[in-house]
């Protein structure tokens, strides 16, 4: 972290009057040479950014608000660095504004967010690509998220999918005799009610049409770090054509 003090002029003539030695850390350069030149620090800026440091720049010392930006910066040895720095500018005269402020090296956390998006993004690859439905709810029984295959054997866009809640009556689930299947006994109601594991519970769910098509479910809470209920997940696959092909086989014999 460095903490500093920068001027400029409505000649175009900025300085730093004060600038810790951490600045050295950061960009690389001695206080006394930040001291002897300002630019070393306007250089250092990658160009891509430059633009937004500059609108940030006017529009705090027109509005006398905080200046607050994340930036990239090339370091004296070329190290590409993540930068924050807060200011609050203060006008001296009519002429000249300052800035009151602290940079902090954000490299890491901007590291660790990277790596968070990119395992994000496997982990949505992964539900995605799975042949079983997932869905997961929050702890009312909400559904807040639905995978590729749940789409594809419920027959509805995520959209439709989530907001919804697992037990409610427009979903028609019914049991092995074709009566409306208690709310209690449904895989997701077990996992969160009785925060139990449960595995290959089968039911069926009707459509409009009359239609009826069958699902073996897995169901299992989720509990956070401090082990306190959050939701709940169930995995599912259509086994329509198993139960019907049983069928058949029993009427054969």
Not at 52 to 69: A, M, P, Y
Not at 156 to 184: C, H, M, N, V
Request: hydrophobic content about 35%; overall charge negative.
């Amino acid at each position: 972290t460095t903490v500093f003090e920068y001027e400029e002029n409505t000649k175009g003539e900025r300085k730093f009057t004060f600038i810790s030695k951490g600045v050295f850390d950061i960009f690389g350069y001695t206080a006394d040479e930040v001291y002897q030149n300002a630019d070393v620090i306007w250089a250092s800026l990658e160009m891509d950014d430059l633009n937004k440091i500059l609108e940030i720049k006017n529009t705090s010392s027109q509005s006398l608000v905080e200046f607050k930006v994340e930036y990239r910066i090339r370091n004296k040895n070329n190290e590409l660095r993540w930068i924050l720095t807060r200011a609050r500018p203060v006008r001296r005269s009519t002429d000249v504004i300052c800035w009151e402020g602290l940079t902090i090296d954000i490299s890491k956390q901007k590291l660790l967010e990277q790596q968070l998006v990119e395992s994000q993004y496997k982990i949505q690859n992964v539900l995605d690509n799975m042949i079983s439905g997932i869905v997961v709810t929050d702890n009312q029984g909400q559904i807040t998220y639905a995978n590729t295959s749940a789409e594809k054997i419920l027959e509805l866009k995520k959209d439709d999918i989530k907001g919804k809640y697992f037990s409610a009556t427009t979903w028609r689930q019914i049991d092995k005799d074709g009566k409306p299947y208690p709310t209690e006994n449904l895989p997701l109601s077990i996992a969160l009610t009785k925060q139990e594991i449960v595995n290959n519970i089968q039911h069926g769910i009707m459509a409009p049409d009359g239609l009826i098509k069958w699902l073996s479910v897995n169901a299992s809470p989720l509990f956070d770090e401090s082990s306190k209920l959050f939701g709940a997940v169930a995995s599912f696959i259509d086994v329509t054509t198993d139960r019907q092909n049983q069928n058949e086989l029993i009427k054969s014999k």
